[in-house]
């Protein structure tokens, strides 16, 4: 297993706090880098282009100061969605690499050119995949680790067990890898390093907290939910997703639409998929553990003590 460097000597905890769509801004990234967790935003919250730039600055900016005071401040990465429907592509690759982010996120899509683009200033590129055939093709592409979104994972995940996800994916990968999917304690995230990960991927754990973007009914509902409030369905985005049950139903979705894909169309661009997660919200199954939604800095503090007690448990 390998670490990258620009993680070692720095985090507090091995996590990531994820990008997620119209969740994740820089409020929510420099807490999670002045706490000790990296942390990444979606190019595409940042509404228009022209924001991205200014997001990433108020982000430099937060991290200079810190290391000016010579405190922690962990690395940070951008979500770039490499599918055709994605117009600001191009756009927000060149915005990237003028600011040099650290890591990039790749999702859906091959990696190839974004991995060019980012080695070629020294960055680092993550690619994010649900089976292990596209974790091989991310690899031959020349992308440093790889985030295995396994079952339970919010937003887009896939269906296959961490267990099984990671294990079969260190068969033929040593270099740095991250598992996503259901982790919301300290327990979970050293269980992660225990089944072979370096780091583990926090997404809806992050939702609940003061910085986040999530309206306070969304935050709400996560507290309130347990694991079968959450719906696999592809009907949202055209890709299957997880999403909290509530918020599916107040939006008019029926149990037939949700499995059949009756009643809605599937989203077609990026505009109208905005539209449809504002009040569609997702979230994985790891919101059986969250009860309330502290700032960034209480959260991270209570995950490390639990990170710690789980290092500490004696095998049998």
Same mark, same amino acid.
């Given at each position: 297993?390998?670490?990258?460097?620009?993680?070692?000597?720095?985090?507090?905890?091995?996590?990531?706090? =994820?990008?997620?769509?119209?969740?994740?801004?820089?409020?929510?990234?420099?807490?999670?880098?002045? +706490?000790?967790?990296?942390?990444?935003?979606?190019?595409?919250?940042?509404?228009?282009?022209?924001?991205?730039?200014?997001?990433?600055?108020?982000?430099?900016? +937060?991290?200079?100061?810190?290391? $000016?005071?010579?405190?922690?401040?962990?690395?940070?990465?951008?979500?770039?969605?490499?599918? $055709?429907?994605?117009?600001?592509?191009?756009?927000? *690759?060149?915005?990237?690499?003028?600011?040099?982010?650290?890591?990039?996120?790749?999702?859906?899509?091959?990696?190839?050119?974004?991995?060019?683009?980012?080695?070629?200033?020294?960055?680092?590129?993550? =690619?994010?995949?649900?089976?292990?055939?596209?974790?091989?093709?991310?690899?031959?592409?020349?992308?440093? $680790?790889?985030?295995?979104? +396994?079952?339970?994972?919010?937003?887009?995940?896939? =269906?296959?067990?961490?267990? &099984?996800?990671?294990?079969?994916?260190?068969?033929? #990968?040593?270099?740095?890898?991250?598992?996503?999917?259901?982790?919301?304690?300290?327990?979970?995230?050293? +269980? /992660?390093?225990?089944?072979?990960?370096?780091?583990?991927?926090?997404?809806?754990?992050?939702?609940? *907290?003061?910085?986040?973007?999530?309206?306070? =009914?969304?935050?709400?509902?996560?507290?309130?939910?347990?694991?079968?409030?959450?719906?696999?369905?592809?009907?949202?985005?055209? &890709?299957? &997703?997880?999403?909290?049950?509530?918020?599916?139903?107040?939006?008019?979705?029926?149990?037939?639409?949700?499995?059949?894909?009756?009643?809605?169309?599937?989203?077609?661009?990026?505009?109208?998929? /905005?539209?449809? #997660?504002?009040?569609?919200?997702?979230?994985?199954?790891?919101?059986?553990?969250?009860?309330?939604?502290?700032?960034? $800095?209480?959260?991270?503090?209570?995950?490390?003590?639990?990170?710690?007690?789980?290092?500490?448990?004696?095998?049998?």
């Amino acid at each position: 297993m390998s670490l990258p460097d620009i993680f070692r000597g720095v985090l507090r905890l091995p996590v990531i706090a =994820a990008p997620m769509f119209l969740v994740s801004g820089p409020e929510l990234v420099i807490a999670s880098c002045r +706490a000790g967790v990296a942390g990444s935003l979606p190019t595409l919250n940042a509404r228009p282009a022209s924001q991205l730039d200014d997001w990433l600055s108020q982000i430099e900016t +937060a991290r200079d100061e810190a290391r $000016a005071r010579q405190n922690i401040f962990a690395p940070y990465g951008i979500n770039l969605i490499l599918h $055709a429907s994605n117009p600001r592509l191009s756009e927000d *690759t060149d915005i990237v690499v003028r600011h040099r982010v650290p890591f990039v996120i790749t999702s859906l899509g091959h990696p190839g050119a974004i991995v060019e683009a980012v080695h070629a200033y020294g960055g680092l590129v993550f =690619a994010d995949v649900i089976h292990a055939h596209h974790a091989r093709k991310a690899i031959e592409a020349g992308v440093d $680790a790889i985030i295995a979104v +396994a079952a339970g994972a919010g937003g887009h995940a896939g =269906a296959q067990s961490p267990f &099984a996800l990671v294990r079969e994916i260190r068969e033929f #990968w040593d270099g740095c890898l991250i598992l996503g999917g259901a982790i919301s304690d300290g327990y979970a995230i050293r +269980a /992660a390093e225990v089944l072979g990960a370096d780091l583990a991927y926090l997404g809806t754990r992050f939702i609940a *907290t003061t910085e986040a973007r999530a309206q306070p =009914a969304y935050k709400q509902m996560l507290i309130d939910a347990r694991a079968q409030d959450i719906v696999y369905t592809s009907v949202i985005s055209g &890709a299957n &997703a997880n999403f909290l049950l509530p918020s599916l139903t107040a939006a008019g979705y029926t149990g037939a639409s949700l499995q059949t894909g009756v009643g809605k169309a599937v989203l077609k661009d990026l505009a109208e998929e /905005a539209r449809a #997660w504002r009040d569609v919200w997702s979230a994985g199954h790891g919101v059986a553990n969250i009860h309330d939604a502290p700032d960034v $800095a209480t959260l991270v503090e209570r995950l490390h003590g639990e990170y710690l007690a789980a290092c500490q448990t004696p095998a049998l």
